[in-house]
C-alpha cells in the first residue's frame, strides 16, 4: 500500500502501456533488425578481408571514432526518451485525473485551466522528444563517416593497383562490398536509436520490478490454524506512515476486543481511526509494539488469511464499472445466484435491483455512478455479507446518507453485526447509537 499510496494511477498506466509498448516493439522487430544486420556486417567484413587485408584494416581504421561518437549520441538519446517518457506519464495522470473528476472540474468551470496543464505536459513531451531527435539524426552522420572512408579506400586502392599489388576488379568488389556495409551500417543506426529508447524504458520498468511484492497465496486453502475467532489485542502501538516517517500517527496504543464485540473508535478526523483499521488489515505494519490475532502474533498469519476473514464496508463506496452482480460477487468471486440474491435481501437492497428491467445484471457504470449513495452502500454491505467476515469494520458506512437510506442501511448493518467481531468507525458518537 505504500507504494500505490506514492504513486499516482495515469502514471502506473503509462509504464503499463507505453514502456510496455516501446519494450514490445524491441522484442519482436528491433533485435530481429538488429541479427540480421549484424549477420550482413560480418559476412561482408569477411569477403573485404579475403579481397584485400591492407584496404579492410584501412577502412576500419574510422571505427573507433564512429564508435566513441554513437556511443556519447546515444547517451543522449536515452536521457531524452526517458525525459520523454515520464513526460508521457504525467500527462497521461492529468488526463486520468481529469476524466475521473470530470463532475469537479465542470462544477469549478475548469475545463480551460485542465486543458492548459494537459498541453503544456504534451509540449514538454514534444520538446524532449525534438531533443533526442536531434541526437538521432547525429547517428545517421556515421554514415557520412563511411563514405569519406570509401573515398580513402579508392584513393588507397589506385596506389596499390599503380604498385601492382591489387587488381582494378579486387578493388571494384571492395568497394561494392563496402557500400553494401555502409547501408546496412546506416540501418544499425535507426537500430541503436530504438534500442536506447529500449533502454531508457526497461530501466523505468525494472524500478517497478525491484519493488518488494507482498506474499499472497494465490491458491490459499483454508488452514484450522489461521482460523480466527474475532479477539484482536493491540499492545503497545506506534506507527507512522512511510511517506512521513516523521509524524506519528499511532503512539503507544493498547486495547483488546473480544470474539463477538462491537467496537466503536471514535474521535475528529486524522486522530488514527482508518490507520488502527490498515494495521488490521496489514497493508501497513507497526513502527513498534505488537498486533495479536487469537493471542498470536500478526506476523505468524498469513496475510491471505488475515483478509480472507475480514470485510471492511467503507463510506466512499468503490463499486467496478460491471454489473450488480459482479460487484456483490466480489466477496466471493465463485458465489452462486443463490448466495447472491440471499445477500442482497440481507443486506436490504434486492427491493431496488429487482426493480430495475435487468436485475442483477444491470451495469453500474464507472465507479457506480448509475446508483444512488444508499444503493451503492447496500450494495458493498451485500459483499461483506456474502464474504461472511469474522471481523467486520464499518467506516463511517452510514455518515454520507439521507434519513430513509440511513435506516435501510443500519438495519442491514445490524443484521451483518451479528456473531461477528465488528469495529465501528465514526467521527461522532450519535452514529454509532
Known amino acids: 500500500m505504500s507504494f500505490f499510496s506514492e504513486r499516482r494511477v495515469g502514471e502506473l498506466n503509462s509504464r503499463i502501456s507505453s514502456d510496455i509498448s516501446i519494450l514490445q516493439h524491441s522484442v519482436t522487430e528491433t533485435f530481429a533488425d538488429l541479427l540480421s544486420q549484424l549477420l550482413i556486417i560480418t559476412g561482408g567484413v569477411t569477403l573485404m ?49 481529469t476524466l475521473q473528476g470530470i463532475q469537479n472540474v465542470k462544477a469549478f468551470t475548469n475545463e480551460f485551466f485542465e486543458i492548459s496543464r494537459y498541453r503544456d505536459k504534451t509540449d514538454e513531451v514534444a520538446r524532449a522528444g525534438i531533443k533526442g531527435g536531434k541526437y538521432q539524426a547525429a547517428v545517421s552522420f556515421i554514415i557520412l563517416g563511411f563514405f569519406v572512408a570509401m ?205 430495475f428491467p435487468r436485475g442483477l445484471d444491470t451495469i453500474v457504470g464507472e465507479r457506480g455512478v448509475q446508483l444512488s449513495g444508499g444503493q451503492r452502500q447496500r450494495i458493498a454491505i451485500a459483499r461483506a455479507v456474502l464474504k461472511n467476515p469474522k471481523i467486520l469494520i464499518l467506516d463511517e458506512a452510514t455518515s454520507s446518507l439521507d434519513s430513509e437510506s440511513e435506516r435501510l442501511v443500519q438495519e442491514a448493518l445490524e443484521k451483518l453485526m451479528m456473531d461477528r467481531t465488528s469495529l465501528v468507525i465514526a467521527h461522532r458518537l450519535a452514529t454509532v447509537r
Do not use: C
Open 49 to 97: 578481408m579475403i579481397t584485400s587485408f591492407k584496404l579492410t584494416f584501412f577502412m576500419l581504421a574510422v571505427v573507433p571514432a564512429m564508435a566513441l561518437f554513437a556511443f556519447f549520441s546515444g547517451r543522449a538519446i536515452r536521457r531524452y526518451s526517458k525525459k520523454a517518457q515520464t513526460h508521457v506519464a504525467e500527462s497521461n495522470t492529468i488526463v486520468e485525473e
Open 151 to 355: 573515398g580513402l579506400v579508392i584513393w588507397r586502392g589506385a596506389i596499390l593497383i599503380a604498385k601492382g599489388e591489387m587488381e582494378a576488379g579486387q578493388l571494384f568488389s571492395f568497394v561494392i562490398y563496402s557500400g553494401f556495409i555502409a547501408g546496412n551500417i546506416a540501418g544499425m543506426a535507426g537500430v541503436y536509436t530504438r534500442l536506447q529508447r529500449t533502454i531508457g524504458a526497461a530501466e523505468k520498468l525494472l524500478l517497478l520490478l525491484d519493488e518488494p511484492a507482498e506474499e499472497i497465496d494465490e491458491e490459499y486453502m483454508p488452514d484450522p490454524e489461521h482460523i480466527l475467532s474475532g479477539q484482536i489485542t493491540f499492545e503497545n502501538v506506534d506507527f507512522s506512515y512511510p511517506s512521513r516517517k516523521e509524524i506519528e500517527v499511532l503512539r503507544d496504543i493498547s486495547f483488546s476486543i473480544e470474539p463477538g464485540q462491537n467496537i466503536a473508535l471514535v474521535g475528529p478526523s486524522g486522530a488514527g481511526k482508518s490507520t488502527l483499521v490498515s494495521l488490521l488489515l496489514r497493508f501497513y505494519e507497526p513502527t513498534n509494539g505488537t498486533i495479536y490475532f487469537n493471542g498470536r502474533d500478526s506476523q505468524s498469519f498469513p496475510v491471505t488469511a488475515l483478509r480472507k476473514q475480514m470485510a471492511i464496508v467503507m463510506q466512499d463506496v468503490f463499486l467496478f464499472g460491471g454489473t450488480i452482480r459482479e460487484n456483490i460477487a466480489y466477496g466471493k468471486i465463485h458465489a452462486e445466484e443463490l448466495e447472491i440474491k440471499d445477500a442482497a435481501v440481507q443486506a436490504n437492497a434486492w427491493d431496488f435491483i429487482r426493480s
